[in-house]
């Protein structure tokens, strides 16, 4: 848990949108996922606690996230609080539903929609994809090995290791000059421009640098993605995260 909400609303003067981006079901099926949990045997504890912790990160980051994921934590507590009560006495002959089932449901059913959109994206569209040459060319630099792109999620998990890295001593800083997130965004150009590949995640977050500079590198880092001037990937499952300008 992100105890140092010093950032949070307000004080950074920039709020960012998730319109665009993934939803409460996504931050389940990533937490699922990332825990390498059984989706039909949730442990809400566990999954409420990780859930409600990266409702805080993205409080931290000034992320303006839609009601609908304070709709699931209620909905996650509820059903935690559900679990905490004592089983019906034995005897009863209709058993209790699993105070998981529906949102189980819920799960698979967005799981597969999902899985659907994904094979649909895949698939080449007219004048977006498929096109003819009417100059033979060189094949393109097959190099790099297929990409595997990166959700919001798993980049807000990397900005959590980046916050861990911090020293949590308290001192006294003194902002000799005004950084905002429009002036880390050209840093950032600038930087791949002068690399011309890709750079790993963890590059654009020096050591030694304040909680401060790091909510706006990660706000700059979102903000490109939506102005799709950058690319966020790794090179395989829990590969470290890349970045690779567009």
């Not at 919001?152 to 949590?168: N, P």
Request: no cysteine.
């Amino acid at each position: 848990m992100v105890g140092d909400d010093s950032y949070s609303e307000g004080r950074l003067g920039y709020t960012f949108r998730l319109d665009g981006f993934e939803g409460p079901l996504d931050l389940l099926l990533h937490l699922i996922q990332k825990n390498e949990l059984d989706i039909f045997n949730i442990p809400i504890a566990l999954i409420t606690e990780q859930y409600l912790e990266y409702l805080q990160l993205m409080k931290v980051l000034n992320l303006d996230f839609a009601g609908e994921y304070l709709l699931m934590a209620s909905t996650l507590l509820h059903i935690k609080s559900k679990m905490l009560l004592p089983k019906s006495p034995e005897g009863e002959e209709e058993e209790e539903e699993d105070p998981r089932a529906e949102l189980v449901r819920r799960l698979l059913e967005y799981q597969k929609y999902k899985q659907a959109a994904g094979e649909l994206e895949k698939r080449p569209m007219l004048d977006r994809d498929v096109f003819i040459r009417l100059i033979p060319t060189e094949p393109e630099d097959m190099s790099e090995e297929e990409r595997i792109e990166v959700n919001l999620f798993e980049l807000i998990e990397s900005f959590r290791q980046v916050l861990e890295r911090v020293k949590s001593v308290n001192v006294h800083e003194v902002v000799l000059e005004h950084l905002s997130v429009e002036d880390k965004i050209q840093e950032i150009l600038s930087i791949l421009e002068r690399e011309n590949r890709s750079i790993a995640f963890h590059r654009l977050f020096p050591e030694e640098v304040s909680r401060r500079v790091i909510v706006i590198t990660l706000l700059a880092i979102l903000e490109l993605v939506k102005m799709k001037r950058i690319r966020i990937f790794q090179m395989a499952l829990f590969e470290p995260i890349r970045i690779s300008p567009i």
